[in-house]
Structures are given as structure tokens and as C-alpha cells.
């Protein structure tokens, strides 16, 4: 049996409200603030039909490049056989939501220009770069029954065949 291609195709659980999240949508949602330049997430409201992106667009990360009465454009990266294409869409602000990957950015950011400014005063030099996770620092076990007592080892018996 063929199956369908349509615009709403295999979107059965991408376009359908969590649990315990259905009902209206909030009005903070139409006055939230967006600008020319601002980061935001593309995110169906199975609710609301109208301006509603096309599925391919669906959590994807954009920049507004337009903002209108209703809708804010968004330029978004897709690919398309093997080439990143920049797609501008316009997608009414129910379906949008401010984005958080920059935060982590501005965060550091901040801190380090802070850190900039407290080493200039001092001269002591400050390292910036993000560093991975470092193993754990060594420590030496203290002994159970104090320094006077002497530390019992305990080893294996060798195999012995019982046959």
C-alpha cells in the first residue's frame, strides 16, 4: 500500500502536544520580545495551523533577520544533497521560541572580561581557554588504626588443582 507524501507526513509525534502540556497557549508567548539578530529555535505549536514552519524546520536554530505584526523571519541552515544551504522563512512567533545557545557564550564572556581586567590590575597572568575535565589529584590513604599500627596485606592463595 503506498504511503502518503504530504506536507504533515511522519509527523505524528513531532506535531503532537506533550502530556499534561495541552490547552491554549500562553500569552506571554505573543509578547515575547524578539530583535533583528537574535538567536531563536523553531519549534512546531501542533495547536496553532497558521504560519506554522514545514516539518524539515522543526527544532532547528535560526537567526531573525525580519520581524513583522505576527511572524519573524528566520535564516536557517538546511542541507540539501550534501550542501548547506541559508534558507530565510517566515514563521508567525507562536512557533518560535528564544533560543539558549548563546548564553554559555556571553556568560564566559563576561567572566572573562572580568578576569581580564582584575589580572591587569594585579599582573598576575590569567589562562582564559576553556579547559576539558582533569583526572582526580592523588591522595594518600590515612592509616585505619593510626601511624603506630602496621598495615596487614592480604594475597591470593596460589591455584591448586583438587582433582
Known sequence: MPHSF??????RHMFAKKF?????????????????????DIFADPSIHKG?????????????FNVTKSAVGVRVNKLVNGRIIEKRIHVRI??????????????????NEAAKKKARETGVKVNLKRQPKQ??????????????????TIQPLPFSDLV
Open 6 to 11: 504530504g506536507v504533515r507526513a511522519r509527523t
Open 20 to 40: 499534561r502540556q495541552h490547552g491554549p497557549i500562553h500569552l506571554s508567548q505573543y509578547l515575547m520580545k524578539v530583535k533583528v539578530g537574535d538567536y531563536v
Open 52 to 64: 506554522m514552519p514545514h516539518k524539515g524546520y522543526h527544532g532547528r536554530t535560526g537567526i531573525v
Open 94 to 111: 507562536e512557533h518560535v521560541r528564544k533560543s539558549k545557545c548563546q548564553q554559555e557564550i556571553l556568560r564566559r564572556k563576561i567572566s
Open 135 to 152: 583526572p582526580k589529584e592523588g591522595y594518600f590513604l590515612e592509616n585505619p588504626g593510626g601511624n603506630d599500627v602496621e598495615i596487614t
